[in-house]
């Protein structure tokens, strides 16, 4: 059957300041990325995700671009990124860029000029009011900055270093597309899509996600840009309902690849503290979310699973019981990697890497965490209350360095890290080399099973069927193919149920031997034809 190239595609997050540092500067690089392009090719990855590395003052680690078309030094040279996409494709890899394109940072040149005088010609890149609104920015604090040269305010969602770009004006579009292109034309494969559901917003009427002109913008986007070299598309939207999903996503229309969607996250959110106080887990509400893209006319949305990435706490630590540290890590990347859609890995899941350890809110370097630390306490958590938010839910747990040995530095620099917070012992590259029942190795065999092309075409195509429904905590289903099944059974607890029958050749599993339980956080991965 036809499909687009990248349905066979399994996706690597990397966030590159905490990967690899090559040059003893704390930071991760460029250079270090290229030196473990042999580790990403072994673990069978088709593509890296590179978090931003353009110029940029590093309010927001990056998602504040003040060159679109420069390396940032603390990652490398221009030359560098060539490098790393030539050598990259050389190992077959693709490289797909992280495009901010809802905003800038104040310090790009467009914001410069825009902010210079009301009749610079930039000025319409941006978006501007006499007075403020009542509108909150995520980051905390008014969305409302004012400009003392212009006598006004311009609006920032974000920090108020981060300007959000004025998508009506056509001008600003075609420069935004003249970006995406000089990438394109370097041989990226394509983009993630940073909030690309705000590209609509019509702020005056407090739309911000999901406005009015925002299909048609995406359209457009896709025509001039990736849509030119059929490159990938990947657009972050953490409030779609699944039936905008489907519009998002509609080959017919021209829009993105696919939707890189949190609901099933969001899902578990405090009404009051929103997603720093998140109520308990409870598989069976994240299973009816995911199973839901996966039936009926959801199926026909291609979806992203993925359980972290550089915006979350990681999910080890949220969902599973940590005794059972690399059983769950392997049972919650097979469980979800066999669904129809492309697999996420974000940098040191295949370790099973945990939260950080951040001993003192000092150690905090996220603006967002930094804000939040007096908003929460503004809502009124006691000072230690907010700083275990901090722990359980901050984004610098998920941006802790790779953890390439157990030895000072982790493997990941000679110098000293720009941020600690891993105490954790063991869970190494090094270590988990050596070790054949490692998470590592676990996902090594996990990724060639889904490469597998005796497989392919069932794991891509085949239509998804649940199973045990009555067990609220198991993840079950089937993918179904003419005659030929692929079944999936995990129990998502840290407690044993009575064994499933496992009726067919089994494909993986993620203990070492057989049991007549089915134990906390087990997994068997069969076929049944
Ligand atoms: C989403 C990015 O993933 C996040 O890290 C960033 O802070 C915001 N967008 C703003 O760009």
Redesign the pocket.
């Known amino acids: 059957m036809a499909h687009p190239a990248f349905q066979d595609d399994i996706i690597y997050q990397i966030f590159p300041r905490s990967y690899k540092d090559s040059n003893g500067d704390g930071i991760g690089d460029i250079p270090g990325i290229i030196s473990k392009l042999p580790y990403l090719k072994k673990l069978g990855v088709t593509a890296i995700w590179l978090s931003p590395v353009f110029l940029s003052p590093m309010e927001?680690m990056g998602?504040d671009i003040a060159d679109y078309r420069h390396i940032d030094p603390i990652f490398g040279t221009d030359e560098d990124m060539d490098e790393l996409i030539k050598k990259a494709k050389k190992a077959g890899i693709d490289i797909i860029m992280d495009m901010?394109l809802n905003h800038t940072s104040k310090e790009h040149k467009w914001f410069k000029e825009a902010s210079k005088s009301k009749d610079n010609p930039y000025r319409a890149f941006y978006i501007w009011r006499d007075e403020p609104t009542p509108i909150d920015s995520t980051f905390g604090g008014s969305a409302w900055e004012y400009n003392p040269a212009t006598k006004d305010y311009y609006f920032h969602l974000?920090a108020p270093g981060?300007p959000d770009l004025n998508w009506d004006c056509e001008a600003m579009r075609e420069a935004l597309y003249d970006a995406c292109n000089y990438w394109l034309d370097k041989g990226v494969y394509g983009f993630r899509l940073?909030?690309i559901e705000n590209i609509g917003k019509e702020v005056e009427q407090g739309i911000i996600q999901n406005g009015p002109h925002l299909h048609e913008r995406l359209h457009e986007l896709n025509r001039k840009t990736f849509g030119r070299t059929g490159g990938i598309s990947i657009g972050?939207c953490w409030c779609a309902d699944h039936d905008t999903r489907l519009l998002y996503t509609d080959p017919a229309r021209q829009e993105l690849s696919m939707v890189f969607l949190f609901n099933d996250w969001c899902t578990f959110h405090d009404k009051e503290f929103g997603k720093w106080k998140c109520r308990p887990f409870s598989p069976k509400e994240y299973r009816d979310i995911i199973y839901e893209r996966q039936s009926g006319d959801q199926s026909k949305a291609w979806d992203t699973l993925f359980w972290n990435n550089?915006?979350l706490p990681r999910a080890l630590n949220r969902y599973a019981n940590l005794e059972y540290r690399d059983q769950a890590a392997k049972m919650m990347f097979a469980a979800t990697m066999f669904l129809r859609g492309t697999p996420f890995i974000y940098q040191g899941d295949e370790l099973g890497m945990v939260n950080g350890h951040f001993a003192s809110v000092k150690d905090f370097q996220d603006i967002e965490a930094i804000n939040h630390y007096q908003i929460l306490q503004d809502k009124g958590m006691s000072k230690e209350e907010a700083k275990d938010a901090l722990d359980k839910t901050a984004r610098d747990n998920a941006r802790i360095p790779m953890r390439w040995n157990s030895q000072k530095g982790y493997g990941f620099t000679n110098g000293k890290p720009w941020v600690d917070g891993g105490k954790d012992p063991g869970h190494s590259v090094s270590e988990e080399e050596k070790d054949p029942n490692s998470v590592l190795n676990f996902y090594r065999a996990a990724i060639a099973l889904w490469k597998d092309k005796q497989y392919r075409d069932l794991i891509r195509d085949g239509a998804f069927s649940p199973d045990y429904l009555e067990h609220e905590e198991w993840i079950a289903y089937s993918r179904i193919l003419g005659n030929r099944k692929l079944r999936v059974i995990a129990n998502f607890s840290d407690h044993p149920y009575p064994k499933p029958i496992i009726d067919g050749p089994v494909l993986l599993h993620n203990y070492e031997d057989d049991n007549e339980e089915f134990r906390p956080y087990e997994i068997y991965v069969f076929l049944n034809e």
Do not use: N, P, T
């Open positions: 927001d998602y901010v974000y981060q940073d909030v972050e550089h915006d």
